[in-house]
């Protein structure tokens, strides 16, 4: 199969989407944006979650992370793993917060490179999709986020001052 085949991968429970969380993961070349409602049993504690994402932001100091949650509790409190990796590398990696008014949004999603996504249908459904090679839904998604990211605000800290 060529690489650059368009494929979509369903995914039928929260084992199928961590797993394509990862892949999309190890895809990313340049960027990643993740929305989740608090990240919380989707893997980010993980060391080999860890260890991909690490190997994603020392690849190229131009990589970035873009972490967005309706409650980011989870990951500055409970996820030690991410907290390293913000502190390490808080000019590549940001994790923000969604204001109230963005609560009722309730579709996880996250793409790579504006090449490749994974999506639920809701925060409660673990059904969803692991799509690679789909520019044009990719696009779609990635304007969704960057609409949630602009009205949303820094939650967590790369120092441990919060300066």
Same mark, same amino acid.
């Given at each position: ?15 199928? &989407? ?10 990313? +070349?340049?960027?990643? &944006? ?15 979650? &860890? ?36 502190? +390490? ?6 994790? &923000?917060?969604? $204001?109230?008014?963005?609560? @009722?949004?309730?579709? $996880? ?12 249908? @809701? ?8 799509? +690679?090679?789909? $520019? ?17 605000? $820094? ?9």
């Amino acid at each position: 199969m060529n690489n650059d085949t368009l494929q979509h991968t369903k995914l039928d429970g929260i084992v199928d &989407y961590t797993a394509a969380l990862d892949t999309l993961c190890k895809l990313a +070349q340049h960027d990643l &944006y993740l929305f989740e409602r608090n990240f919380d049993g989707m893997g980010f504690n993980a060391e080999a979650r &860890y260890t991909i994402l690490r190997n994603f932001l020392l690849a190229n100091p131009a990589h970035r992370l873009f972490m967005l949650a309706h409650d980011t509790h989870y990951l500055s409190t409970l996820c030690p793993r991410m907290m390293v990796l913000l502190h +390490q590398f808080g000019t590549s990696m940001f994790i &923000y917060q969604t $204001p109230k008014s963005l609560l @009722h949004i309730a579709e $996880p999603f996250s793409v790579a490179d504006n090449a490749h996504f994974v999506r639920r249908f @809701h925060f409660d459904d673990s059904r969803g999709i692991l799509g +690679q090679n789909d $520019p044009e839904n990719a696009r779609v998604l990635k304007s969704r986020f960057m609409d949630m990211w602009s009205v949303s605000h $820094p939650a967590v800290s790369g120092t441990r001052l919060g300066l």
